[in-house]
């Protein structure tokens, strides 16, 4: 099994500034990774599919990188409606997901 | 616009067997894989099993033996069956389409339906 280990488990941010989320992986996953946002209430929401290539309609604030073990989601430019939980997920080897990075307002 | 619909009973006893459906609309069932996807404050999001048009079917080997996962083609639906809940199978279950970069292959979820909340309490 694949362990997703995501740091921090919490980050304080300001609106206008930089984030960025780690994720890590128990083993290579080569650039099989996927990040998503989630609100309460909803379902999770598709950011990056293949650790850097956005999903529809998802602004180009969001980007993704790195590839093996190590990748980062980065938002460029914080708004109001970012602040959320992300989830990366795993699908080299069946499918798992980190246990999340809550963002929250500074 | 693909859109995932799902219902089924949100209160269960100990023992009892879970029945989730999903309804897929605006979309083709066929290409992808149909996957459910649990979320428990213990575990996470955990991914419990998967079905395509072929009826071909996988599951999380932890859960393997206790999950179903079936298809109607012609209702556009597919279904989840979890049997003998304990406590430990409380959460909210989601239903997704699974999409990689080939037809079939592993992949990420693009849609989801709207999460059904299942609580296991005698």
């Known amino acids: 099994e694949i362990v997703m280990t995501q740091s921090p488990a919490t980050l304080s941010v300001s609106p206008g500034e930089r984030a960025t989320l780690s994720c890590r992986a128990s083993q290579s996953i080569s650039s099989n990774l996927a990040w998503y946002q989630q609100k309460p209430g909803q379902a999770p929401r598709l950011l990056i599919y293949?650790?850097?290539t956005r999903a529809t309609d998802v602004p180009a604030r969001f980007s993704g990188s790195g590839s093996g073990t190590e990748f980062t989601l980065t938002i460029s430019s914080l708004q109001s409606e970012d602040f959320a939980v992300y989830y990366c997920?795993?699908?080299?080897?069946?499918?798992?997901f980190g246990q999340g990075t809550k963002l929250e307002i500074k | 616009q693909v859109q995932l619909h799902q219902w089924g009973a949100g209160l269960l006893k100990p023992s009892a067997t879970l029945s989730l459906t999903c309804a897929i609309s605006?979309?083709?069932?066929?290409?992808?894989?149909w996957s459910w996807v649990r979320q428990s404050p213990g575990k996470g999001l955990e991914w419990i099993g998967e079905i395509n048009y072929d009826g071909g079917t996988n599951q999380n080997p932890s859960l393997k033996s206790r999950v179903t996962i079936s298809m109607d083609r012609i209702k556009k639906q597919f279904s989840l069956t979890l049997t003998s809940v304990t406590a430990a199978d409380t959460g909210v279950y989601y239903c997704a389409r699974e999409i990689g970069p080939q037809v079939y292959s592993s992949g990420w979820y693009d849609y989801w339906g709207q999460g059904t909340l299942v609580t296991v309490s005698s």
């Open positions: 293949g650790a850097s």
């Open positions: 997920q795993q699908y080299i080897n069946w499918y798992s």
């Open positions: 605006g979309g083709p069932l066929s290409g992808y894989y």
